[in-house]
């Protein structure tokens, strides 16, 4: 029999941007396996030489879809791709497939976003907000729409260390359509020129363009049914469609694949410091209860602004940056890759310059060495530049792994007993019962196997663990020359003082 989500969803038209992102397949991997979904419209663009039929072929191939395929082969035909970008004015639709989303779509996810920190200004724009007021004014047209769910993130308000599940226009110093008017107005390279005095107190552009777009859809969304999800760092998934799936190196799970492969030795990190950090399949679950929760609401009863779903850890099953840490430390000889450049550890600091000193030790200088061994094989070198580039993110979000937040999530609960405990078993996303230890021995295998493109099974783990035993010694041998010459130079030092 149908939960509640499943009768919902039956028979409706979806639109999706985003969908060829992390977040994206997920969501839509899931809406087909539990939902008899009659059509998703996926937003793509052409991209390397691919048209957009080409890009959602090729996902037949993509691990995420694969439990999916084998129970049904045809089910990817339920997935229309639209030509699109976001970039582009009217998000660079045709008119026909315009007017084919306004006559039959019931339910939107907003999901298209840039999340590099280091964008320019005027590229973060018009991906983060103004594609966010194009999405607004389509949903405006379509006729039969019963839910909107605009993704935004659970750090668009850093400014604040308690956030709640409220708007927070006062952090802005100009206001959002006057932003996009200067965008529209000034060349690109003047616009971000001005990127520090528009940022005001935000680190970077990612989260200053993500409340730009809550400051518009506040203003302007008017009657839309329309709610705005603020996810943590999304990670890993947890449980579904397969436990530990990822791919791509973003954020958190970026340092621990460098760590596990022992180039990532040193960072700027606050262990103490709690880790906003969500498993990709939670948050989709939130966001199709969401869609349905929306959806239920009485149109007739007026709301003064969309409401906010906070989506981060519970503070019954806190994670700190020590525990993600220490995952490394514990199971790098339970599941070693065999793409180790170094025995796997990571140091901690919480000193930026500290850090930027000693990553000349634990990074640059071994990065040098290795480099001129490649030259002298006749081998493009290739450490040095890798590492700069590691350098620059971590500058990056170190100030997202310094700080702890107080996230309020009273809405998100609120969602979560609305649902039927069938639906609860269906659609989990109770953060309260999730078991750290059990996630991340689920993650580094998915480290292994979808980032690093090694074989499951115990074959390969024995190779990881013979490999990690002769780096083990070479590591020993290491340390040995290193104290060694550090108490020689202490011995010369001292002798040369009691001889004066």
Known sequence: MATDIQTFYKDKVVFLTG?????????????????????????????NGQDVQDRVATWKADPVFLLLLQSDPEVLKR????????LAPDLGLSQSDRQL???????????????RFMDPLHISLAINTRAALLMMELAKEMQQLVAFVHVSTAFSNCVEKHIQERYYPENLNCPVRKVLQLCDTLDEELMDKMTPVLLGKFPNTYTYTKALAEQLLQNEAGDLPLCIFRPGSIISTYKEPMPGWIDNLYGPIGMLYGAA????????????AQAGIVPVDYCVNTMIALAWHTASKDPKVMHPD???????PSEKSPVTWGDFRDKVSKLKSVFPLTQMMWVPFLHCTRSLWLFKFLVYFYHLLPGYVLDCSLQLAGRKPRLIKLYKQIHKNIEV???????????????TQHLWKQLSPEDQLLYDFDMSTVDWD????????????????????EEGLQKGRVLLRKLMILHRILQFVLIGGAFAILWCILNALFSL
């Not at 492969?261 to 960072?267: A, H, K, L, N």
């Not at 969309?306 to 981060?312: A, G, V």
């Not at 979000?397 to 809405?411: E, K």
């Open 397 to 411: 979000l170190a100030p997202f792994m310094d700080t702890s937040w107080r996230f309020d999530t009273n809405n």
């Open 438 to 457: 059990d996630y991340f021995i689920e993650v580094l295998p998915g480290l292994r196997v979808y980032l690093g493109n090694e074989k499951p099974g």
């Open 261 to 272: 492969r022992g180039f990532i030795r040193i960072m700027p990190l606050n262990v103490k």
């Open 101 to 115: 989303l306004v006559d039959e779509v019931q339910v939107v996810f907003h999901g298209a976003a840039t999340v």
């Open 79 to 86: 997935v229309a791709p639209l030509a699109g970008d976001c």
């Open 19 to 47: 969908g060829s992102g992390f977040l994206g397949k997920v969501l839509i991997e899931k809406l087909l396996r539990t939902t008899q979904v009659k059509r998703i419209y996926v937003l793509l663009r052409s991209k």
């Open 306 to 312: 969309p409401p906010i779903y906070n989506y981060t």
